[in-house]
């Protein structure tokens, strides 16, 4: 470690010398006229993971940028001309930010350095360091002086006093870095002694104290933002800081907005769901289920887990959304005596859920299937067309399940539905398209959000004039009702054939990974699915993904597998994230609206017709007609009326934001900034 800091100090000196030599303009240069700052960033990309998470956190939050590829032979070369200019006689900074792979990846000497020194200089512009290592040209000692380099896996990072009042005031203190396996090294860095115009936002114990990996370098006029881990955009170190990140970057003024979204859908309420059988790894009353006529056997909630799920609801401050099929909870009815105690119970609680429309008996939509056959196939008709389930059929599912709701007084949107296993949505490979007749059937009943699969689509589409809401699916399976049955069914999905398993994961490599052994189905669950389960939510949660999640009523049941997984959620949440930054609990058609948005958004930008810049205290957003603007400004920011002003946006994080359009008579959004 001590020769390669050496080493390290020969680099950092030869760096230091190019970066002396930059040519700084006078102060006073633009002074005559205040400059126009355009709101987009650039990009200058190594191709390495860094940039690349901070790329991806600009793509996914709808921050304009321009990526500059270091390696392309047809690269624009970055000079004064292509970072600012004059527009109608004003100076204009093309660029209100600048993310660099490291401090200077142009190597020594370099003319483009300069450029983007003297750029920085002259317009205020700051700059990220996506990741280097320590040493004095970021203002920091080397790690041989007091700090530390190497493995950083389950290092306990926290956010200083600076830290908290500055770019990073939205979390909870503490920045757990990731140790997912023992036998894979997940994170590298360096962590550094702080020297003069260094101001520490995130630093972790070494030998000496502590020493920092993030933190902001001010110094011959610029602010560099200097991170010294190596990271990816997966990794939760990360994405606790990739807001603080670009807020710092942007000095809080940015399009783009970006919240922490997590809804749960519950499917198949009143209906019971088939159980997994250990004995056939099958579920009996499948189809695709050998063997398994007359084993059949269901799982159903109870009244006292209705009653457990309200009482959990209240202790957590989170509210399920409960897709319910009446008909078939009429049927159970019918089949057990004709009372049903479940039933009367959610009804009794019906104002503590909120409510969503999944069919009248969950049937299939889609084509009428012939299952004599693994996989089943779609039937046809003497012409050799396919037999679809008709336009009249479906609507009568619709409609059935939402008149029966409003019978026992249980309010729905009725603009919202998920049908049965997505089902009248194209199914590959039997069904490669939309039953025509769902497009039809939806409009009948005002449907304009309909649920699909998110492993299957993940983009939103149009069916008909409606469109569809992506849901990520939970690893927690429908036809398990307790622990072991979770672990046993996950052991033969992911093991190998020499260890009992389907394997599926043998076949199919690129995608699934087999367990190096069985779980143990007395434990598996709880200590080895759950936290597994727990991180992949958490991590749609931390990425600005407003994609809800579905279960089952099943994992409500019994063993009540899904709260286990739901409890590390939000705690780990929780425990992150400060109160300015709660979880965002959208019902389906606001996940709709806002998905809807990011495309057209989205669609604006590719397309250039975004007009967005910053003149002293005043931002002005220009968009196409009905396209509305994701932007983030800091408190106390104001939106110009056509009389007068009004406070701009919602508070999140710290900042306020809000999609927004011009007033009316209008023709671009005006934002005032707090002096």
């Given at each position: 470690m001590v020769n390669k800091n050496r080493m390290n100090r020969v680099a950092a000196a030869m760096a230091a010398a190019a970066l002396v030599s930059v040519a700084v303009p006078a102060a006073s240069a633009h002074a005559a006229e205040t400059p126009r700052i355009d709101l987009k960033v650039l990009v200058?990309?190594?191709?390495?993971?860094?940039v690349e998470a901070i790329t991806a956190e600009l793509r996914d939050t709808g921050v304009p940028y321009t990526r500059v590829e270091l390696g392309s032979a047809g690269r624009p070369v970055i000079?004064?001309?292509?970072?600012?200019?004059t527009l109608d006689g004003r100076p204009r900074a093309k660029y209100q930010g600048v993310v660099l792979p490291n401090e200077n990846p142009f190597g020594e000497g370099s003319a483009e350095m300069a450029a983007l020194a003297a750029y920085e200089t002259a317009y205020g512009i700051r700059q990220?360091?996506?990741?280097?290592?320590?040493h004095p040209g970021v203002g920091l000692e080397y790690t041989d002086n007091g700090g530390y380099s190497g493995q950083l896996d389950?290092?306990?990072?926290?956010?200083?006093?600076?830290?908290?009042?500055?770019?990073?005031?939205?979390l909870g203190g503490q920045v757990a870095f990731e140790d997912n396996s023992a036998l894979v090294p997940e994170s590298f860095g360096f962590m550094g002694k702080p020297r003069a115009g260094y101001t520490s936002y995130l630093d972790a114990p070494v030998e000496a104290g502590r020493a920092s990996l993030v933190g902001e370098y001010a110094h011959d006029g610029r602010s560099e933002l200097v991170v010294t881990f190596g990271y990816n955009q997966y990794q939760q170190q990360f994405r606790l800081l990739a807001r603080g990140i670009v807020d710092w970057l942007t000095r809080g003024v940015h399009l783009g907005q970006s919240r922490s979204y997590f809804a749960v859908h519950v499917d198949d309420v009143f209906a019971p769901d088939a159980r997994w059988s250990k004995e056939l790894n099958c579920t009996p009353g499948d189809y695709a289920c050998p063997g398994g006529e007359g084993k059949e056997s269901t799982i159903r909630m109870t009244a006292a887990d209705a009653v457990y799920a309200v009482q959990w609801q209240q202790s957590k401050g989170f509210k399920l959304d409960m897709l319910f099929n009446a008909g078939a909870g009429e049927e159970w009815k019918a089949e057990n005596g004709g009372t049903d105690a479940l039933t009367a119970q959610l009804v009794a609680d019906r104002a503590k859920f909120r409510w969503m429309n999944h069919t009248y008996t969950h049937p299939f939509l889609g084509c009428v299937q012939d299952t004599t056959t693994i996989p089943w196939s779609c039937t046809k008709n003497a012409l050799g067309t396919i037999n679809w389930m008709s336009r009249a059929e479906i609507s009568a599912q619709i409609r059935d399940n939402n008149n029966w709701a409003a019978s026992k007084g249980i309010t729905t949107d009725r603009s919202e539905l998920v049908t049965g296993e997505h089902s009248g949505l194209k199914t590959l490979p039997q069904q490669p398209q939309d039953n025509p007749n769902l497009a039809g059937a939806l409009a009948d009943n005002g449907v304009k959000w309909a649920g699909s699969d998110n492993s299957r689509e993940p983009s939103q589409r149009p069916v008909g004039a409606a469109l569809t809401v992506p849901r990520h699916p939970m690893n927690v399976y429908y036809n398990t009702g307790t622990n072991a049955e979770m672990a046993d069914e996950y052991n033969w999905i992911y093991t190998s054939r020499a260890d009992g398993g389907s394997g599926v994961c043998e076949d199919n490599p690129a995608t699934s990974t087999c367990l190096p052994e069985p779980l143990d189905v007395t434990t598996g669950y709880l200590q080895q699915i759950v936290p597994q389960e727990a991180r992949t939510a958490l991590r749609h949660v931390l990425a600005n993904d407003p994609r809800p999640h579905y279960v089952h009523q099943s994992n409500l049941a019994e063993d009540r597998t899904l709260y286990p997984v739901l409890n590390q959620v939000l705690d780990t949440y929780r425990a992150l994230y400060a109160p300015s930054a709660p979880l965002v609990n959208q019902t389906m058609k606001e996940a709709g609206v806002e998905l809807g948005r990011r495309a057209a958004w989205d669609k604006a930008l590719a397309e250039g017709k975004v007009s967005a810049y910053r003149i002293g205290t005043t931002v002005t957003v220009k968009a196409p007609a009905g396209v509305v603007a994701p932007v983030t400004a800091p408190t106390g920011t104001k939106k110009q009326l056509l009389l007068g002003t009004s406070d701009f946006g919602t508070p999140y994080?710290?900042?306020r934001s809000t999609w927004t359009a011009p007033e009316l008579l209008q023709s671009a959004v005006t934002l005032r900034l707090p002096s």
């Amino acid at each position: 470690m001590v020769n390669k800091n050496r080493m390290n100090r020969v680099a950092a000196a030869m760096a230091a010398a190019a970066l002396v030599s930059v040519a700084v303009p006078a102060a006073s240069a633009h002074a005559a006229e205040t400059p126009r700052i355009d709101l987009k960033v650039l990009v200058v990309d190594d191709g390495g993971s860094s940039v690349e998470a901070i790329t991806a956190e600009l793509r996914d939050t709808g921050v304009p940028y321009t990526r500059v590829e270091l390696g392309s032979a047809g690269r624009p070369v970055i000079d004064a001309g292509f970072l600012s200019d004059t527009l109608d006689g004003r100076p204009r900074a093309k660029y209100q930010g600048v993310v660099l792979p490291n401090e200077n990846p142009f190597g020594e000497g370099s003319a483009e350095m300069a450029a983007l020194a003297a750029y920085e200089t002259a317009y205020g512009i700051r700059q990220v360091d996506a990741y280097t290592w320590a040493h004095p040209g970021v203002g920091l000692e080397y790690t041989d002086n007091g700090g530390y380099s190497g493995q950083l896996d389950g290092t306990q990072a926290a956010v200083t006093a600076a830290g908290k009042t500055g770019p990073f005031g939205y979390l909870g203190g503490q920045v757990a870095f990731e140790d997912n396996s023992a036998l894979v090294p997940e994170s590298f860095g360096f962590m550094g002694k702080p020297r003069a115009g260094y101001t520490s936002y995130l630093d972790a114990p070494v030998e000496a104290g502590r020493a920092s990996l993030v933190g902001e370098y001010a110094h011959d006029g610029r602010s560099e933002l200097v991170v010294t881990f190596g990271y990816n955009q997966y990794q939760q170190q990360f994405r606790l800081l990739a807001r603080g990140i670009v807020d710092w970057l942007t000095r809080g003024v940015h399009l783009g907005q970006s919240r922490s979204y997590f809804a749960v859908h519950v499917d198949d309420v009143f209906a019971p769901d088939a159980r997994w059988s250990k004995e056939l790894n099958c579920t009996p009353g499948d189809y695709a289920c050998p063997g398994g006529e007359g084993k059949e056997s269901t799982i159903r909630m109870t009244a006292a887990d209705a009653v457990y799920a309200v009482q959990w609801q209240q202790s957590k401050g989170f509210k399920l959304d409960m897709l319910f099929n009446a008909g078939a909870g009429e049927e159970w009815k019918a089949e057990n005596g004709g009372t049903d105690a479940l039933t009367a119970q959610l009804v009794a609680d019906r104002a503590k859920f909120r409510w969503m429309n999944h069919t009248y008996t969950h049937p299939f939509l889609g084509c009428v299937q012939d299952t004599t056959t693994i996989p089943w196939s779609c039937t046809k008709n003497a012409l050799g067309t396919i037999n679809w389930m008709s336009r009249a059929e479906i609507s009568a599912q619709i409609r059935d399940n939402n008149n029966w709701a409003a019978s026992k007084g249980i309010t729905t949107d009725r603009s919202e539905l998920v049908t049965g296993e997505h089902s009248g949505l194209k199914t590959l490979p039997q069904q490669p398209q939309d039953n025509p007749n769902l497009a039809g059937a939806l409009a009948d009943n005002g449907v304009k959000w309909a649920g699909s699969d998110n492993s299957r689509e993940p983009s939103q589409r149009p069916v008909g004039a409606a469109l569809t809401v992506p849901r990520h699916p939970m690893n927690v399976y429908y036809n398990t009702g307790t622990n072991a049955e979770m672990a046993d069914e996950y052991n033969w999905i992911y093991t190998s054939r020499a260890d009992g398993g389907s394997g599926v994961c043998e076949d199919n490599p690129a995608t699934s990974t087999c367990l190096p052994e069985p779980l143990d189905v007395t434990t598996g669950y709880l200590q080895q699915i759950v936290p597994q389960e727990a991180r992949t939510a958490l991590r749609h949660v931390l990425a600005n993904d407003p994609r809800p999640h579905y279960v089952h009523q099943s994992n409500l049941a019994e063993d009540r597998t899904l709260y286990p997984v739901l409890n590390q959620v939000l705690d780990t949440y929780r425990a992150l994230y400060a109160p300015s930054a709660p979880l965002v609990n959208q019902t389906m058609k606001e996940a709709g609206v806002e998905l809807g948005r990011r495309a057209a958004w989205d669609k604006a930008l590719a397309e250039g017709k975004v007009s967005a810049y910053r003149i002293g205290t005043t931002v002005t957003v220009k968009a196409p007609a009905g396209v509305v603007a994701p932007v983030t400004a800091p408190t106390g920011t104001k939106k110009q009326l056509l009389l007068g002003t009004s406070d701009f946006g919602t508070p999140y994080a710290g900042t306020r934001s809000t999609w927004t359009a011009p007033e009316l008579l209008q023709s671009a959004v005006t934002l005032r900034l707090p002096s």
